[in-house]
């Protein structure tokens, strides 16, 4: 079986793109840490490949950084792909693939209401989730809520 | 939020009616935000989040298997086929392999738990267009699986049945017999729904033609599952990302090309056939064997992360996990269907009649315990 | 016909003993026949709300039967008889809300100008030939006037009560009502074309050899379908459409005053059916060989119209608003005026 054409293209045409290691993807979905400026273009990309579906975008809280992954897939070819973004924690800005992919809309207001990271030409970027007077990001890892009356 | 000031096309006031939290046929606490000119919907938008219960933070600081238990409280209509996707994604991370039986039982049970999933879409889409007996009819048929549930797990809604590594009991010994009773009662029952409400002139009225998805918008959308599939694209993940032992079973894909309310639930119910023939399969292979892989006391798997896709009832029901070789998950993020499929309210309701949101709202199937997490 | 086991006997030997008492007291006959007229209202009074109670009952275990139930099993003891009577005396002990934006004066009187009118309609009708309120030689005329007058409270308690579900629920019965009043109309019309009277008496005698529901199959469809839509049950239950208007104009309504919405929507029932069975199915006309009062044959025939009134709600989806509309303005009326051309045109040929 020969290698797909886009996984040494997304190296090739999108310079600062690797590889994640296949030990700590346990699923076997290739997956590619991607530099956060080019993830529109890659994203962009990977759709005119065929990769027309979003299947998942969630952010993770690394303590040091946040990482934005989005988990794409081609209902021809049944391929699927990884992408990793890594941000920066101060200042967690990312463009938004609401335009490319209308699905992306509330999982990326989701990972706003949750994780503080701010989607760039988002058309609605507002509390999903959580009640919009929510003070802090509750997914992040150094988030403590203040006690209630319940507690 | 919404603007309040919208104009219809004549120019003339509209009116803002706020459809939920608590209404009747929100399944739920969804909130619509309505803007109404007359009957006609001019902008809707859904307000989610009456529900959170902070899920995804919880599984942090609970053990991998005190999420499977955690995992009924998704979508509580369909406990088992949650269980289903997060005990398969600890078990990649910890790279075990289950015995042969326990697949089979838990593809018995997933399968059993699509059936009363689309029984109750059944019952309740015919309740939202206001054929009140349908859902009775449908409840009847939910209890007879929920007496199976209980007879393996002891609970009839939470049933916390999968294990790390197999399932939790096996099989009582007159279950192969009653499911297969149930099976065929089932078969029987199908034909009364379809003479009940399938084809009744005003059931069609109703939902042929009503809030149609095209492919462009599915594929744009994310959408999954059932509403994929009325729209005309054949993708399960069952058989196209196939998981479990789900390849040694023969069973269809239905589509349908419209992609209308009908046509979502015509599916619905072809896809219930499916689901009895797989349930049947199943029966006839079950042999005797282990229930459960050696798995350690505390499981710790390596640190790593893992995807897991399913095709629940409602659509995509996959699972993210971060491991960081501690007890507890390091990130646990779910691909709600419901709350993805859900998304797609604000592009086909403008322009529909009132009663047209609550059809297409019950076609579109959700739980807000999933929607909300 | 000469039907001498009525219960009719037993009132007009009642009304001619009262008659005579007042001549014996030299009172002008005019104190007789109010008072005998009281008594009639006071007795069919009784009869509405006893038949109310029943109906409801009914509706429950008919329902319940459809959906494979068993319905209330156990207030009163036998097949739960008395639980209308224990509802009720529930809704006169709940809370009567009135809510704070509220129009309160029309919020207050909806509930009595919905049930009033539909109280009204029973003066007319025949339940035998001589027991009826008054034979007005305009009486199924005076029927609908009446009935109609429903739609004005509906609309009263939907505007009133201000809240967006209740209004969009007093609009759509207004469209609804007015325009399903017009086949409803229109299908008896057929049947007044061949009696020539709106008197009901003579409507019911006109059919001793056969009933108009023969005759004019077509008339009675209409009738019954626009009767449903006029009582707003399933499928035209689109001013109260639980799954999308949550309640429809009776939303904010509660205790009491809700108990008079549900009343006068089963009185409505009952008076749809009593008509239907009336003018299309004799009235209080029964076989010769077997002699029942008349009353107890007109009840028969009303009720099994209720039975098929609630089989239908049991068993349909409702029509959506435009769609009734549709089905109301392009169907019904147009088959209206098409029955009543053919009925014209036969009466003409054979004069």
Request: net charge neutral; aromatic share 12%; charged share 20%.
């Amino acid at each position: 079986m020969t290698e797909p054409r886009y996984l040494n293209d997304i190296k090739g045409k999108f310079p600062g793109t690797e590889a994640v290691l296949p030990e700590k993807i346990k699923d076997g979905i290739p997956a590619f840490d991607c530099p956060p400026s080019l993830i529109l273009d890659i994203v962009k990309y990977l759709k005119a490949e065929g990769f027309n579906y979003l299947m998942n975008l969630c952010a993770t809280d690394y303590k040091d950084t946040f990482e934005v992954i989005y988990h794409l897939s081609a209902l021809e070819s049944k391929a699927k792909i990884t992408l990793k973004v890594k941000i920066n924690r101060e200042k967690p800005e990312l463009a938004s693939i609401t335009p490319l992919h209308p699905g992306a809309n509330w999982q990326e207001r989701e990972a706003f209401d949750l994780l503080g990271v701010v989607f760039t030409g988002h058309p609605n970027l507002t509390r999903i989730l959580l009640s919009c007077d929510w003070e802090g990001y509750p997914l992040r890892k150094d988030y403590s809520r203040k006690p209630d009356q319940y507690d | 939020m919404i603007d309040n000031k919208l104009k219809d096309k004549d120019g003339f006031e509209t009116m803002y009616l706020n459809m939920g939290p608590q209404h009747p046929s929100t399944h739920g606490v969804l909130r619509l935000g309505l803007v109404l000119d007359g009957e006609v919907i001019v902008s809707a938008e859904p307000d989610i989040g009456y529900l959170h219960r902070g899920m995804e933070k919880l599984a942090e600081h609970r053990t991998y298997q005190a999420n499977i238990a955690m995992s009924d409280r998704f979508d509580y209509v369909t406990s088992m086929n949650n269980n289903f996707v997060v005990a398969l994604a600890i078990e990649k991370l910890l790279g075990v392999e289950i015995p042969k039986r326990a697949h089979y039982l838990r593809i018995l049970m997933a399968e059993l738990n699509r059936v009363v999933n689309h029984i109750l879409l059944f019952g309740f889409f015919a309740m939202d267009l206001g054929a009140t007996t349908a859902l009775i009819f449908g409840f009847r048929e939910r209890e007879e699986v929920l007496d199976l549930f209980e007879s393996v797990t002891g609970a009839r809604l939470t049933y916390n049945y999968f294990r790390v590594g197999g399932v939790a009991r096996d099989l009582p010994e007159d279950f192969i017999q009653k499911t297969g009773a149930f099976i065929k009662l089932m078969r029987k029952r199908i034909k009364d729904y379809d003479d009940l409400v399938t084809n009744n002139v005003i059931f069609r009225d109703r939902s042929v033609g009503i809030g149609k998805i095209s492919k462009e918008d599915i594929l744009a959308y994310s959408l999954s599952g059932p509403v994929m599939r009325a729209s005309g694209i054949k993708y399960d993940i069952r058989k196209d990302d196939t998981y479990s032992v789900y390849k040694e079973f023969d069973f269809n894909i239905p589509t349908r090309e419209d992609g209308d309310c009908f046509d979502r639930y015509l599916l619905r119910m072809l896809e219930l056939r499916e689901s009895l023939k797989i349930i049947e399969q199943v029966l006839v292979k079950l042999e005797p064997g282990e229930i459960m892989a050696k798995v350690p006391k505390v499981i710790k798997p390596p640190a790593g992360e893992a995807y897991i896709r399913t095709e629940s009832p409602k659509g995509e029901l996959s699972v993210y996990l971060v491991s960081d070789g501690t007890v507890n998950p390091y990130r646990f993020h779910l691909r709600a269907p419901s709350f993805i499929n859900l998304q797609i309210l604000q592009k086909i309701l403008p322009g529909v009649k009132v009663a047209d949101v609550i059809a297409i709202l019950g076609s579109i199937d959700i739980v807000l315990g999933e929607v909300d997490r | 016909m000469n039907v001498s086991y009525g219960l009719e006997n037993i009132w007009l030997w009642f009304t001619a003993l009262l008659e005579k008492l007042f001549g014996w007291f030299g009172l002008p006959y005019i104190f007789a026949y109010t008072i005998e007229k009281i008594i009639f209202a006071a007795a069919l009074l009784a009869f509405i709300s006893i038949s109310v109670l029943f109906l409801i009952w009914m509706e429950r275990k008919v329902s319940a039967h459809i959906q494979s139930r068993l319905g209330p099993m156990h207030v009163g003891g036998w097949h739960g008889w008395a639980q209308t009577i224990a509802d009720m005396v529930k809704l006169l002990f709940k809370e009567d809300i009135i809510p704070a934006k509220a129009d309160k004066w029309v919020h207050r009187i909806a509930p009595i100008v919905v049930f009033v009118p539909s109280l009204m309609a029973f003066l007319v009708i025949p339940f035998e030939k001589n027991l009826i309120g008054q034979d007005l030689n305009v009486g199924i005329l005076l029927i609908f006037a009446f009935s109609s007058l429903a739609v004005l409270a509906i609309i009263m308690g939907g505007w009133a009560s201000n809240n967006k579900y209740t209004l969009i629920g007093g609009i759509r019965s207004a469209a609804q009502m007015v325009s399903y009043e017009i086949p409803l109309v229109l299908s008896v019309l057929s049947v007044v074309m061949m009696v020539g009277s709106l008197k009901l008496n003579d409507i019911v005698e006109a059919q001793s050899r056969v009933w108009f529901v023969f005759s004019q199959p077509l008339a009675f469809m209409l009738y019954i379908i626009a009767g449903t839509a006029e009582v707003n049950r399933t499928p035209f239950d689109l001013p109260e459409a639980e799954s999308e208007i949550v309640s429809g104009y009776n939303t904010e309504y509660s205790g009491l005053k809700y108990g008079f919405f549900m009343l006068s929507e089963f009185t409505n029932m009952l008076i749809v059916s009593l008509v239907a069975a009336t003018v299309f199915m004799g009235g209080w006309l029964g076989p010769k060989w077997l002699p029942l009062p008349g009353i107890i044959w007109l009840l028969l025939k009303t009720y099994l119209i209720v039975f098929v009134l609630m089989w239908v709600r049991w068993t349909f989806p409702r029509l959506r608003v435009d769609r009734l509309m549709d089905f109301g303005w392009k169907i019904l009326i147009p088959l209206a005026f098409i029955n009543i051309f053919i009925t014209g045109l036969f009466m003409v040929i054979f004069k």
